[in-house]
């Protein structure tokens, strides 16, 4: 199956990857991908995932994990979520954390595949909550490549943090580059 994801990915598609995800040293983060601005993005995840040989959740609305696909999203390392208004999800989802011995969670800060002009803070306070880094990743369809970062541990302010996080994304063109987050 790597080989079929190496010749896809690099031959097929065009696309590198640039960094590590420090696996030996790393079992649970909060792994951020941006720009998330289309459905190519879960394939090209898919894809990394093979290469770097890493097991990496990602959470979906519970609905997607019901009859045709459900199997299918759980299969590949789905976590459904239920967004009922009134729960807390930051502590449930570190909860998860907890629980596990390994845990890489992929999270899109934006919410959405739309135009957004700030992240939702949600993953911050995960990986807050269960004291765990977070390693930025860019799905930037414009050089074809994914360039993944250094962990990074939250301090305690979230401003300068959101503004480093920010930083590392500039200029990433995401597949419908009208939806990319950009900085302004």
Known sequence: MKRL????????????IIGDFNADHIKKCVVIAV????????YIGLLIRQLVNLKISFLGKKELFKWPLGWYFKKVGGI??????????VEAIAELFKKREELRLTIAPEGTRKKVKEWKT??????????????????????????ISEPFY???????????????????????????????
């Open 80 to 89: 459904p979520l239920d967004r009922t208004p009134g729960q807390n999800k």
């Open 122 to 147: 949600g993953f911050y306070h995960i990986a807050k909550e269960a004291e765990v880094p977070i390693i930025m990743i860019t799905f930037d369809f414009g050089k074809k490549q994914n360039v």
């Open 35 to 42: 720009p998330h601005t289309s459905w190519h993005d879960f």
């Open 5 to 16: 994801s190496s010749f896809i990915y690099y031959k097929i598609l065009g696309w590198k």
């Open 154 to 184: 939250p301090t305690n302010s979230i401003e300068k943090d959101f503004e480093y996080m920010y930083n590392f994304f500039k200029g990433v063109k995401g597949k419908i580059p009208g939806y990319s987050f950009n900085v302004d």
